[in-house]
């Protein structure tokens, strides 16, 4: 006997199966509008990680997307403040190591006392360049493809140094892999790209957590900063110092804080900020002016929703 299609018996079935479907119509708009304020507004992904760092400071730095985008495309963000006449350009990069937490922290508060005192600068900081790494769970070192970004730079003999170093030094420590040739990962293309839009005249590099001041490049490196002592490590395949400081010629100051998951106290970190003004007054020279467009930061490309 011929049977109509659907059964009786599935009637009550379709009808649950598209009341589910309506009802998770506007949870799932609900879900991508989340999706897409979180890639206009990273405070409220990052506040539960980063130490120190409340909703108002965070609200206050107002960052800003870039074209940058992590493995998992995740936007990267900077901000710009600018001193009414503009001397240095200063690039501030914190988060490349993800499990760095304190170094993120950092940044945002020195956005805060730069737009005190920009000190005849124009300064760009990108507080989280491996939100991946960051955002983790747990945080971890690398980027999401595993790759160690501060071993991912262009640096001469890269493909023979870099691996040599990461077989023999580290003893192929997965923490340090340097990725499969440079700037194999989005996030060290990102900022190699930003070194060539914005031609920095000083990195500051925030790391941690070994407690001291490194300096690659050329000029003289800062005593200290705050309780922050030179000791230069020396120079590693890949680095940001190395190629930055060493290969093009632009000084590279790295901070190490003394914890990862940490920030110093804020009067701590206030004497920091002071001292690297002081001494970029002394030793880093005025140079000659570049149109505002050439180092504007390039506006990010319209899309439809973040990806996760």
Known sequence: MHRPFPPRSWLPLLACWLSAV???????????????????DPCPEWLPYLPNVKPALCAAAKLQPTVGRSVKG???????????????????????????LSSASLAMHWIQWASQTPSNAHWRFIPALNPDGLLGKPAQRMNANGVDLNRNFPTPN??????????????????????????????????HDEMQRFQPHLIVSIH?????????????????????????????????????????????????????????????????????????????????????????????????????
Do not use: C
Request: no cysteine; hydrophobic share 40%.
């Open 208 to 308: 941690a957590p070994y407690g001291l001041l490194d300096f690659d490049g050329p000029g003289t490196p800062p005593p200290k900063l705050g309780r922050l002592y030179l000791d230069q490590v020396g120079i590693y395949p890949g680095s940001l110092g190395n190629y930055g400081g060493i290969h093009k010629g632009m000084p590279v100051v790295t901070i190490e804080l003394p914890s990862a998951y940490r920030t110093p106290q804020e009067a701590e970190m206030r004497q920091m900020w002071l001292d690297l003004l002081r001494w970029m007054s002394a030793h880093i020279p005025p140079p000659a002016p570049i149109s505002a467009a050439a180092t504007a930061v390039p506006p990010a490309p319209a899309r439809k929703a973040a990806r996760p």
């Open 22 to 40: 309506l009802l998770a119509t506007p949870a799932l708009a609900a879900k991508t509008a989340a999706s897409t304020a979180t890639a206009a």
């Open 74 to 100: 995740r936007t990267l963000f900077a901000r710009d403040v600018a001193a009414p006449e503009v001397g240095l350009r200063v690039l501030v990069v914190g988060g490349m190591h993800g499990d760095e």
């Open 158 to 191: 890269w493909a023979r140094d870099a691996k040599l170093y990461w077989e023999q030094r580290t003893r192929k420590d997965p923490r340090r892999w340097p990725g499969p040739k440079p700037l194999s990962e989005p996030e060290s293309r990102y900022l």
